[in-house]
């Protein structure tokens, strides 16, 4: 039992489920951006901050559209109003997903294609200080590989502790129903406790 968020990508809007006895109910809520998004490129990452100054606050990028200055489009919701931020667009990649580490601070993924050089993936990590409605968010990166690896379009990222207390990374691959092009692939890594440290 519990609460789940999800994210409609074309009309726009972030839900929140009731999960009761393993069933998924009706949503009781929804939260919706202040400004329409494009229909393939709204808000593909969606997180609820675990700590820092907006602990318990709801956090949303979009998966392509752009404010005035290039920068990927984002929002904050507390009590269920929206505060804008956004996060720097270093190389055109496109955010397709987020989580909070237990600080606060975030694990962004990002996927980047082109046809001249395939599919690139890429986690940043947006320490919890730099968090802040109103401001340009940068980050960090962990790790970053293209078609020289056996990677694909990552688009899922989750976090969790693992039997040691380390904080693991898992990742998944969405082949839209495309098997003979694309495959799903789940990648896991292990962030290093002096990463989590990091200012």
Partial sequence: SGRVLVAFERN???GT???????????????????????????????VLLGGRYKGAVIAFAERAKDGKGHHRGWLWRRGRPSPLS????????ITDLASLPNGALIVLERRFRWSEGVQFRLRLVPAKRVLVGSVLSGI???KADMRYDIDNMEGLALHRGPQGQTVITLISDDNFNRFLQKTILLQFVLPPEVLAAK
């Fill in 12 to 14: 726009q809007r972030i």
């Fill in 17 to 47: 489920f009731l999960i009761r006895k393993g069933v998924l109910g009706e949503p009781i809520s929804y939260l919706r951006p202040p400004m329409r998004l494009p229909a393939n490129k709204g808000l593909e990452s969606v997180a």
């Fill in 87 to 94: 996060l720097t667009d270093d190389g055109g990649f496109d």
């Fill in 141 to 143: 990166t962990l790790v």
